[in-house]
């Protein structure tokens, strides 16, 4: 079965700042592998799908992942955040049939001035 | 393009009750997913419809049942309503079958008291 770990529960950055948010998956094959971003009382966003191709993945807003597949990573990346940033993060891997998504605990991006 | 509506907003019940929750997909989408949002348990797989059929069910118990109309329009059904239903509701759609984009709702704010 499929499964993804965030490790990082609170991320704090300075506004401007470089910034990477882990995530790891489990999972026999190649798998489809997404970030979404939720802010408080809405619904999610697609920042960026990955299934094959290029391992470096261009999203929304300036955000991009990288695929490491000898390190079962799928790392989001931003070189400057801004304030408005600020919200949760999930990492998502995606079943073998369907379009089923299992997540991850999500992390929480705090931006600071 | 109008996106993934979901009513209503907000629900208030009480323990034993039963409540239907709707979702209308982006038009032309086929795919329709519920997912459950809670601060202990995080996002979690409710079941998937396509084309009228579910085709992908979590690990939630019978109270919860859903189904899909012919114009991809869902509905999720909670039956017998317990307080560890309160939760955020997030319906999303998607185009194709498998490992897709998936478009979510701004969701249904379940409380049960």
């Known amino acids: 079965a499929q499964s993804v770990t965030q490790p990082d529960i609170h991320i704090t950055v300075s506004e401007g700042a470089s910034l990477e948010l882990r995530c790891n998956y489990s999972?026999?094959?190649?798998?489809?592998l997404f970030w979404y971003v939720q802010s408080p009382g809405q619904g999610l966003q697609l920042l960026l799908k990955y299934f094959s191709g290029d391992t470096l993945v261009q999203g929304i807003k300036g955000f991009e992942a990288e695929f490491k597949r000898s390190q079962s990573s799928f790392n989001l990346r931003k070189p400057s955040v801004h304030w408005s940033d600020a919200a949760e993060y999930f990492c998502?891997?995606?079943?073998?049939?369907?379009?089923?998504?299992?997540f991850g605990a999500g992390t929480i991006l705090r931006v600071k001035s | 393009k109008a996106g993934v509506t979901q009513t209503p907003r907000y629900l208030i019940k009480t323990r034993g009750q039963q409540v239907t929750l709707s979702c209308s997909p982006i038009s032309g989408h086929r795919s329709v997913s519920w997912y459950q949002q809670t601060p202990g348990q995080g996002l979690q797989f409710l079941f998937e419809y396509f084309s009228e059929t579910q085709r992908n069910k979590g690990n939630f118990p019978g109270r919860f049942s859903g189904r899909q109309f012919s114009n991809s329009r869902s509905e999720m059904n909670v039956s017998t309503l317990e307080l560890g239903d309160s939760a955020l509701y997030l319906c999303?759609?998607?185009?194709?079958?498998?490992?897709?984009?998936?478009?979510f709702g701004s969701g249904t704010q379940l409380s049960v008291l």
């Open positions: 999972y026999g094959a190649t798998p489809y």
């Open positions: 999303a759609s998607s185009y194709g079958p498998v490992g897709e984009k998936l478009f």
């Open positions: 998502a891997v995606g079943a073998e049939y369907g379009n089923k998504l299992v």
